[in-house]
Nanobody, 125 residues
Framework: QVQLVESGGGSVQAGGSLRLSCAAS????????MGWFRHAPGKEREGVAS????????DYADSVKGRFTISRDNAKDTLYLQMNSLKPEDTGIYYC??????????????????WGQGTQVTVSS
């Protein structure tokens, strides 16, 4: 079955950096668009970034453009999110996700049907 396991979260001061990882298993990783989402207390879940199966195209939320970089290593079945210049408003639980169907478009609004358990990111001012 599909498994997505995030790691790399933690606590950091504003202006700092973190790198999240997501280990994927149970499916042909290189065939699927992947994404990162976050959920902050009192707010709706927000799409952060997505990346096409081959890694050639990405999509970012306006709030993270220029600060976050999504990447993937298809040889290691792993997804990454490099987060720089972190702000307190970046605080939340970050989830790795896979689109439901391999032929889906790869936008943050696409149907992502498989999710990891999440990793907490806390940015203090």
């Amino acid at each position: 079955q599909v498994q997505l396991v995030e790691s790399g979260g933690g606590s950091v001061q504003a202006g700092g950096s973190l790198r999240l990882s997501c280990a994927a298993s149970g499916f042909t990783y290189a065939s699927y668009c992947m994404g990162w989402f976050r959920h902050a207390p009192g707010k709706e879940r927000e799409g952060v970034a997505s990346i096409t199966a081959g890694g050639g195209n990405t999509d970012y939320a306006d709030s993270v453009k220029g600060r976050f970089t999504i990447s993937r290593d298809n040889a290691k079945d792993t997804l990454y999110l490099q987060m720089n210049s972190l702000k307190p408003e970046d605080t939340g639980i970050y989830y790795c996700a896979r689109v439901t169907f391999w032929y889906s478009s790869c936008r943050l609004t696409t149907d992502f049907g498989y999710w990891g358990q999440g990793t907490q990111v806390t940015v203090s001012s």
